[in-house]
């Protein structure tokens, strides 16, 4: 029986670790990825109706939330490193260019990005979920 070998893309950018806020928001994503990874599987269009109104639950829930269905709006399960790697993998390099332009209300990028990886279907649930982490993050 032979196995099929994924090839993984990584770029050989080193994430500044020094106080950089996308080095943090990199981590705190792979971290809630890493939670993730045991949790039964969820659906990505019923993530929004879960999310709670105190903002600092809706933020941690919009995270799991968007880490757990991932996989289902890139139609591929995404490659993230372990907290703390200098190194980064495409997907999370897309995922930072894209909270990148929705904090700064890039939409021509944003639009390019998305259109580049999600089907039509998951773009607007996919938007939100991290719409609402990148805000939450960056508030805090």
Request: net charge positive; with cysteine.
């Amino acid at each position: 029986m032979t196995a099929a070998q994924r090839q993984t893309s990584t770029s050989r950018f080193e994430v500044p670790r020094d106080d950089d806020a996308n080095g943090r928001f990199l981590d705190h994503l792979r971290q809630s990825a890493r939670a993730a990874r045991c949790k039964s599987y969820v659906d990505l269009f019923g993530a929004c109706a879960l999310l709670s109104r105190d903002p600092r639950i809706a933020s941690l829930a919009a995270t799991d939330f968007l880490m757990r269905g991932l996989s289902q709006a890139l139609g591929q399960r995404p490659v993230l490193f372990r907290p703390g790697e200098t190194e980064t993998s495409f997907d999370e390099d897309w995922l930072l260019a894209l909270a990148r332009s929705l904090k700064t209300d890039d939409m021509a990028s944003a639009t390019f990005l998305l259109h580049s990886r999600v089907p039509k279907h998951a773009r607007r649930t996919l938007v939100s979920l991290l719409r609402k982490v990148v805000d939450t993050f960056y508030r805090i």
